[in-house]
């Protein structure tokens, strides 16, 4: 099967030659005009090349081909903003797509997601907040909902964002690991061993789950139990450095424990 226009754009546009792209695009368009997926490429190319007069013409062209109120050509025109590095006028045009469809959790969701991927979590809290209140059922948005709010100390917040998240898919054990985090860093070791258990319920073999469920061990003071975790997450390829850190924080709280001990047998 030959390649597509748009495969051999971005094959072009990989290899540093966008304007041959834009070019392929435009003349494809000239005969295909209501091809979607070639303009969407196209918005995009061009805020790659800096050129943002083309880009905001070739939305208007896409706008003409929706709804008037559909958000997927400012979407594109905040994602051409985003190639030229132009972030606020990105995230000003996710903010114009949210507004314009009220209902569609597409703008909202863009502009938290891309927020959060540039670690402007202030920024991305609200969108994201929105993008969820209009789809409650959108995994990956709860998910980076919590792990903004833990940036920001919002812990309880982030649980109830994690909690939604795995009622939404109870497959995602991303949800899991993000409650543990929450409890570990409420000082809850034992509501965070209980997720770390739940996770390696599902998958026996992922040693994160491994080294946390140990850590959470070593803070509750069951020891022998965290070496036995430790144990297993080595076997499995867990993180080198990490198994060591964990196995002298042990060993450290045995040294403390030893004198107590002595004390008892010698009153």
Known sequence: MSPSVVQRASLLAERGREEEAIRLL??????????????????????SAGRLDGA?????????????????????????????????????????????????????R???????RWGEIKAAEPRLA??????????????ALGVVRVGL????????????????DSTGME???????????MNQPAQALAEYEALLSV?????????????????????DDAERALAQAEARGGDAQSIARQRLLIQDRRRQAQPKRQDATHP
């Open 56 to 108: 905001l013409a070739q939305t208007e062209r896409l706008a003409e081909s929706l709804p008037p109120n559909s958000p997927i050509p400012l979407v594109e025109l905040g994602h051409a903003y985003e190639l030229a590095h132009r972030f606020d006028e990105a995230l000003a045009a996710y903010d114009r797509a949210s507004a314009l469809a009220p209902k569609d959790p597409l703008g909202p």
């Open 130 to 143: 929105e993008a969820v209140r209009r789809d409650p059922l959108d995994s990956e948005c709860w998910h």
């Open 203 to 223: 998958r026996r073999n992922y040693t994160p789950a491994m080294l946390g469920k140990a850590w959470a061990l070593i803070l509750l003071g069951r020891l």
């Open 175 to 185: 949800h899991r690991l993000g409650l543990a985090t929450v409890a570990l860093r």
């Open 26 to 47: 435009t003349e494809h368009l000239v005969v295909k005009p209501t091809d979607m997926s070639a303009r969407r490429q196209l918005i995009r190319l061009y805020g």
């Open 153 to 168: 100390g919002k812990l309880e917040a982030a649980r109830e964002a994690y909690g939604a998240g795995l009622r939404a």
């Open 110 to 116: 863009t502009g938290g997601l891309r927020a959060a």
